[in-house]
Protein backbone atom coordinates (compact mmCIF):
# COMPACT_ATOMS: atom_id res chain seq x y z
CA UNK A 1 0.00 0.00 0.00
CA UNK A 2 1.56 3.47 -0.87
CA UNK A 3 1.85 6.23 1.24
CA UNK A 4 -1.01 8.29 -0.09
CA UNK A 5 -3.44 5.69 0.81
CA UNK A 6 -2.01 4.50 3.86
CA UNK A 7 -2.76 8.96 4.46
CA UNK A 8 -6.63 8.60 2.97
CA UNK A 9 -7.43 5.77 5.36
CA UNK A 10 -6.07 7.94 8.37
CA UNK A 11 -7.34 10.87 7.19
CA UNK A 12 -10.81 8.77 6.77
CA UNK A 13 -10.50 7.14 10.23
CA UNK A 14 -9.92 10.97 12.00
CA UNK A 15 -12.42 12.36 10.47
CA UNK A 16 -14.89 9.48 11.52
CA UNK A 17 -13.05 9.01 15.49
CA UNK A 18 -16.00 11.12 16.80
CA UNK A 19 -19.11 9.97 14.87
CA UNK A 20 -21.63 8.88 17.17
CA UNK A 21 -24.15 7.00 14.99
CA UNK A 22 -23.69 3.44 13.41
CA UNK A 23 -21.22 2.91 10.65
CA UNK A 24 -19.46 6.34 9.29
CA UNK A 25 -20.46 8.83 7.63
CA UNK A 26 -20.50 9.76 3.67
CA UNK A 27 -17.31 11.77 2.74
CA UNK A 28 -16.91 14.52 -0.22
CA UNK A 29 -14.23 14.18 -1.55
CA UNK A 30 -13.68 17.94 -1.43
CA UNK A 31 -13.59 17.45 2.42
CA UNK A 32 -10.93 15.18 2.39
CA UNK A 33 -9.29 17.48 -0.57
CA UNK A 34 -8.89 20.02 2.06
CA UNK A 35 -8.14 17.99 4.88
CA UNK A 36 -5.16 16.20 3.65
CA UNK A 37 -4.04 19.61 1.31
CA UNK A 38 -3.99 17.40 -1.22
CA UNK A 39 -4.71 17.75 -5.59
CA UNK A 40 -8.53 16.50 -6.14
CA UNK A 41 -7.43 14.79 -9.12
CA UNK A 42 -4.88 12.45 -7.70
CA UNK A 43 -6.62 11.79 -4.36
CA UNK A 44 -9.78 11.30 -6.97
CA UNK A 45 -7.84 8.13 -8.65
CA UNK A 46 -6.50 7.27 -5.24
CA UNK A 47 -9.86 6.82 -3.79
CA UNK A 48 -10.92 4.68 -6.77
CA UNK A 49 -7.73 2.39 -6.23
CA UNK A 50 -8.99 2.49 -2.70
CA UNK A 51 -12.51 1.46 -3.73
CA UNK A 52 -11.35 -1.02 -6.21
CA UNK A 53 -9.52 -2.92 -3.33
CA UNK A 54 -12.88 -2.97 -1.33
CA UNK A 55 -10.80 -0.61 1.57
CA UNK A 56 -13.41 1.63 0.93
CA UNK A 57 -17.43 2.00 -0.17
Known amino acids: MTACKRAVLQCLA ?3 ANY ?4 T ?3 ALS ?7 ADA ?3 RK ?4 LER ?3 VV
Open 41 to 43: SNL
Open 25 to 27: PPY
Open 53 to 55: SGL
Open 46 to 49: TMQA
Open 31 to 37: LLVEQMG
Open 14 to 16: DLG
Open 20 to 23: LEWG
